[in-house]
T-cell receptor, first 116, second 111 residues
């Protein structure tokens, strides 16, 4: 069964603090993709990153970084020096398997509040 | 702007009614996915179409149906509406199936 767990329902930080959003996934597939999406207060879902199961290299994009660890089935997302504009709900998602690329499984989301 | 359009933005209707939500994918994208986002259920995958053919079904009720037309736009039909169907309905499109680009959503309120 495919499942994504985001245990942190809501996180509040003060601007400029670093924050890590956790994502743990379950899959029996050897080939799969992991994603992060951002949903700001405006409501639209914004694609942030895709990582395939064969690429465990961590990625950095500006203040954003992602840590993919297959050994712990985790794909965590870190925002460095958070800003008020980072306030949003962040979703981790999974798709995968030989016949499962047609389905996406989303976690329940983590609401990030960045206070000035 | 993701390039995916959804109409209408807001819809208010009564229980028992039927509504149609429309989605136009990004230019060149062959896949369309529909999702329901409600407060208690999170983001739920409903259905996926690829180039006019249904490819996968998720937690879609029998009262709901969808189709993708030759011009690749898609419609989600919701019938016999109940209060619990009130939610934000998203459409997403994809070319490769490896990432999705979401539309702004249609907020459905059933009264």
């Amino acid at each position: 069964a495919q499942k994504v767990t985001q245990a942190q329902t809501e996180i509040s930080v003060v601007e400029k603090e670093d924050v890590t959003l956790d994502c743990v996934y379950e899959t029996r597939d050897t080939t799969y993709y992991l994603f992060w999406y951002k949903q700001p207060p405006s409501g639209e879902l914004v694609f942030l990153i895709r990582r395939n199961s064969f690429d465990e290299q961590n990625e950095i994009s500006g203040r954003y970084s992602w840590n993919f660890q297959k050994s712990t089935s985790s794909f965590n997302f870190t925002i460095t020096a958070s800003q008020v504009v980072d306030s949003a709900v962040y979703f981790c998602a999974l798709s995968g398997g030989a016949y499962n690329f047609n389905k996406f499984y989303f976690g329940s989301g983590t609401k990030l509040n960045v206070k000035p | 702007d993701s390039g995916v359009t959804q109409t209408p933005k807001h819809l208010i209707t009564a229980t028992g009614q039927r509504v149609t939500l429309r989605c136009s994918p990004r230019s060149g994208d062959l896949s369309v996915y529909w999702y329901q986002q409600s407060l208690d259920q999170g983001l739920q995958f409903l259905i996926h179409y690829y180039n006019g053919e249904e490819r996968a079904k998720g937690n879609i009720l029998e009262r709901f149906s969808a189709q993708q037309f030759p011009d690749l736009h898609s419609e989600l039909n919701l019938s016999s509406l109940e209060l619990g169907d009130s939610a934000l309905y998203f459409c997403a499109s994809s070319l490769s199936g490896r990432e999705q680009y979401f539309g702004p959503g249609t907020r459905l309120t059933v009264t």
